[in-house]
């Protein structure tokens, strides 16, 4: 059964981070120039809240709020559901339909390793699917050849 960790071994584990006390347009700022679509939001080194861009949208462009004056502490989605980097690909996707996100965090005794994404998984799972289906044409082939 694939885990998280695999997926983090082949995306990597980078994760771009942003205290909870900068300004919405300077995170806004970040995610376009590193092309991301959400942050980790710290407070003292920790992890205490995401920011995605459906939160920008939520929190801030529907409800009229100043960019430049409001903080990510104000708009950011807390507490930030997670799983650990051993956790099943199939429990994640329970988990990001259950919880109605794009973003996963994954946290390993405190520490955040990476976050993963549905769009990673699918492109896993996909990957997997291929790596099957070549298999399986191979082995086709070769008992086909050699029995006809």
């Known amino acids: 059964m694939a885990t998280v960790s ?3 071994a082949r995306k ?3 994760v771009v981070s942003m205290d909870a006390a900068e300004s919405v347009v300077s995170a806004a700022r970040l995610m376009n120039e590193r ?3 959400c942050l980790a939001i710290t407070d003292g080194g920790e992890m205490v809240g995401i920011f995605t861009e459906r939160d920008a949208l939520r929190r ?3 409800e009229l709020r100043n960019p430049a004056h409001t903080s990510l502490r104000e708009v950011m ?3 930030v559901t997670t799983c650990r980097s051993q956790t099943s690909l199939e429990e994640c996707v329970g988990v990001i339909t259950q919880e109605g996100i794009r973003h996963l965090p994954i946290v390993d005794d405190g520490n955040l390793r990476g ?3 549905s769009r990673d998984i699918l492109a896993f799972q996909v990957e997997e699917q291929e790596a099957t ?3 399986l044409q191979s082995y086709t082939f070769d008992v086909g050849g050699e029995g006809g």
């Open 133 to 135: 289906i070549r298999y």
């Open 77 to 79: 989605t807390c507490p």
């Open 115 to 117: 976050i993963i994404t």
């Open 12 to 14: 990597g584990t980078t």
């Open 60 to 62: 801030l462009v529907a």
């Open 35 to 37: 092309k991301i679509a």
């Open 6 to 8: 695999e997926i983090l």
